[in-house]
């Protein structure tokens, strides 16, 4: 095989974007195959505005028997993430799926499980780790020289958002369509990077307000509270509300502070550990000596065309993947857990009850409103 056939299953606004890049030849290994979508008028936009030749289905399981692909990109609505991926696995088709890994932890287990006994690649679109910024703090924190993490803080309020964006499809904000809001549609990034940085919390307390900002039923405002085993804390905020917002991850270790912000990453590095220092020093106001570093990175954010490039890789050399597509769990139980611990109202402890939480889910779900699907695909060139 000398490159990846590649078939999109989904042409919202994400699918739509990786079809483009992939037209474009922004993957040099990948070809864009075939595309499928149960609208009419995203195949009528495939047919007109993409190359002659495609394959087009009004089904992603037709794509994905149809011969036309070596392995399928999923940019469905949530729910529909782990039904494709288990699919195109046991049918001996590599599958990427778009973030989150699935609306809830049991349905993603057993994809995971699937995955586990296929030979076939499966990764997940969480582009962020393409970041230099973020790839540099997790090299850092993986090397031991920042010592244990005392505190995290990250405070994540520029994914602001219109009302016309939630009312543009039926689908969006609201349980039995999306599965959640601010969580488990902007920030599965954020939530991915925790974990890959810091590690999984022990205990979750959150508090997810709904429609506080938007007319909808799911949560646009959050605000929790982690707990980790080795007596670290962590604050977690995010809405969709907020303009122009911020985006500031905070972490404290041992040696020091470091700030992730505006694409810098600046390390107030401290001459000591500060946990020895705390019980030698004999001047009870004095504090470690401290260095400011701004560390340089090697600039590279390749993004979602990096973690093509990645697949692509894996699939026909063996390489490295962005993000292992069982990974995607992880993320996805610190976004059930917080879900979980606002709506019962009390402290959530890891693992969680995975059948509670899909019993209070359906219970939601089956509450849900059905909305008008206006159809209206908004151009995400750009976004993360």
């Known amino acids: 095989m000398k490159e990846v056939r590649l078939g999109i299953i989904g042409l919202g606004g994400m699918g739509t ?13 990948m070809r864009l195959t075939a595309i499928a979508d149960v609208r009419q008028s995203r195949l009528d936009y495939a047919k007109e505005n993409l190359p002659e030749g495609i394959a087009l289905f009004s089904d992603g399981r037709e794509l994905i028997d149809s011969g036309t692909c070596d ?83 990250w405070i994540i309020t520029d994914w602001y958002r219109t009302q016309s964006y939630y009312d543009a499809a039926g689908w969006k904000a609201t349980w039995d369509g999306e599965g959640g809001g601010v969580l488990l549609n902007q920030c599965p990034h954020q939530l991915d990077l925790l974990q890959w940085l810091c590690g999984m919390p022990v205990k979750v307390r959150a508090f997810c307000h709904e429609a506080k900002w938007h007319d909808i039923e799911v949560e646009d405002d959050v605000t929790a509270y982690l707990e980790y085993a080795n007596g670290a804390t962590g604050v977690f905020v995010t809405t969709t509300g907020d303009a122009p917002g911020t985006n500031r991850l905070e972490l404290t270790f041992e040696m020091g502070k470091i700030i992730c912000e505006g694409d810098q990453l600046i390390y107030d590095r401290l001459a000591e550990n500060e946990r020895s220092f705390c019980k030698t020093c004999p001047d009870g106001f004095r504090k470690p000596e401290t260095e400011r570093i701004i560390v340089e990175t090697d600039g590279k954010n390749e993004q979602h065309v990096g ?78």
């Open 307 to 384: 973690v093509l490039k990645a697949f692509a890789d894996r699939i026909l050399h063996g390489g490295r993947l962005v993000a292992e597509g069982i990974e995607g769990i992880n993320g996805l139980t610190l976004s059930n857990a917080m879900y979980l611990s606002s709506w019962l109202d009390r402290t959530i402890e890891l693992p969680f009850d995975e059948e509670l939480f899909l019993q209070e889910l359906n219970k939601r779900r089956s509450r849900s409103r059905k909305k008008e699907d206006k159809g209206i695909v908004f151009d995400t060139t750009g976004t993360f």
């Open 17 to 29: 974007n990786h079809a483009n890049n992939i037209v474009k030849g922004l993957v040099p290994e």
């Open 71 to 153: 392995a399928v990109l999923i940019a469905t609505p949530h729910y529909f993430h782990p039904e494709f991926v288990i699919y195109a696995l046991e049918h001996g088709v590599h599958a990427i799926s778009e973030k989150p890994a699935g609306v809830y932890t049991k349905q993603v287990r057993e994809m995971n499980e699937v995955a586990k006994r296929s030979d076939k690649v499966f990764a997940l679109m969480l582009n962020q780790r393409t970041n230099c910024v973020y790839r540099k703090l997790h090299e850092m924190i993986g090397s031991g020289e920042l010592g244990e993490l005392k505190r995290v803080n």
